[in-house]
């Protein structure tokens, strides 16, 4: 006799918890790139996110009347305190860290229903805010050739010592685009990039391995299927290729596309950001699409715009256009060729 089962079919052990520890897992390369160029303060802003995630997390819970050890336990709060600490400054002061998070957590995340019901995606709400809110602040990145102890950085942190001039720089896309305006057309950018000691072999200086950092972890999230390919190759495609047609048209104009895939937060990105399975595509074509168009948005704005990177908004853009991107992307139903 055959025996039958109904849906839903699950291929194997599988949970919110699980999901979430090995997204922290695949962070790992990526911070440990980061501890190695610039000291141990990405720790210290790790522990601020995260118990200011799991705090707002818990308030959040008891307002809201919902059993607090399953969703605390769950991971979802510490991933994204994670990715809000990564993607700001690593000495950013203590305050904006906690701002950012609590911001993600209560309104970005639990006032549009909690854990699977937010449109957008919480980190970048975060970094978007605070960005536009205090931008000389989130513009503070430290310099690789800056020397600061662990103790001069967890003071600069706490706000202990003041935040003076020389102990900040500009990132490697931001330092770009300024000297290009700067400059006014008497700078180009190979110039630049072989005489600015903010740049590196084929990025920022010390940054790339950052980004190599996170593009392991992301490629082994990928093997182990927490993530599929299509908005990853999507967002790095389109990068590569709008990057690729604009400095084959004018090379003393625009980089070329390495520096832009290894640049800023474009394999954080990529493989940790546009990959969100809540507030983005949830089609095999609608990722690829989703992928595609917030690439094409954040070189457009981190180029073009006033900020100097383009990831959040591209981001945040595309969420919008989610339903609409599944509506049509969404597969024939089963024996019905013409309908969706």
């Known amino acids: 006799m055959m025996a039958f089962s109904t849906p839903p079919y699950v291929l194997g052990p599988g949970s919110v918890r699980r999901v979430m520890l090995q997204v922290l897992i695949g962070l790992l390369p990526g911070i440990a790139a980061y501890i190695w160029l610039l000291g141990a303060s990405i720790v210290l802003q790790l522990l601020i996110a995260t118990v200011a995630a799991l705090a707002g997390e818990a308030l959040?819970?008891?307002?809201r009347g919902k059993p607090q050890g399953l969703f605390l336990s769950d991971g979802s709060a510490v991933v994204t305190a994670w990715l809000i600490a990564l993607a700001f400054p690593p000495l950013a002061p203590w305050w904006l860290i906690v701002g950012g998070t609590l911001f993600a957590i209560v309104v970005a995340k639990h006032l549009y229903g909690g854990l699977g019901q937010n449109p957008f995606?919480?980190?970048m709400i975060a970094f978007a805010v605070c960005i536009v809110s205090f931008p000389a602040l989130m513009s503070q990145?430290?310099?690789?050739?800056?020397?600061?102890?662990?103790?001069?950085?967890?003071?600069?942190?706490a706000g202990l010592i003041p935040r003076i001039d020389v102990m900040s720089g500009?990132?490697?896309?931001?330092?770009?685009k300024?000297?290009?305006?700067l400059g006014e057309g008497t700078v180009d950018v190979p110039t630049l990039l072989a005489t600015q000691e903010v740049f590196g072999n084929f990025a920022g200086r010390g940054w790339e391995w950052v980004s190599v950092g996170y593009l392991v972890g992301g490629l082994w999230l990928w093997q182990k299927k927490i993530i599929s390919w299509q908005a990853p190759l999507g967002f790095l495609g389109s990068l590569f290729l709008l990057a690729a047609v604009l400095w084959i048209w004018?090379?003393?104009?625009?980089?070329?596309?390495?520096?832009?895939?290894?640049?800023?937060?474009?394999?954080?990105?990529?493989?940790?950001?546009?990959?969100?399975?809540?507030?983005g595509s949830t089609t095999s074509r609608g990722k690829l699409i989703f992928g595609f168009a917030a690439g094409v948005l954040a070189y457009l704005i981190r180029v073009f715009g006033g900020y100097p990177d383009g990831?959040?908004?591209?981001?945040?853009?595309?969420?919008l256009c989610v339903p609409l991107i599944d509506m049509y992307t969404q597969p024939p139903i089963f024996g019905m060729k013409n309908e969706r």
């Open 170 to 176: 500009a990132t490697p896309l931001d330092a770009l």
């Open 250 to 279: 004018s090379p003393q104009q625009f980089a070329n596309p390495f520096f832009h895939l290894f640049s800023g937060g474009s394999m954080l990105g990529a493989f940790f950001i546009v990959t969100d399975p809540v507030s």
């Open 141 to 157: 990145w430290p310099a690789l050739g800056l020397k600061l102890t662990l103790v001069e950085q967890l003071k600069l942190i």
């Open 178 to 181: 300024t000297a290009l305006k």
């Open 311 to 319: 990831i959040a908004f591209a981001v945040l853009l595309m969420n």
């Open 60 to 63: 959040m819970l008891w307002l």
């Open 121 to 123: 995606n919480p980190a």
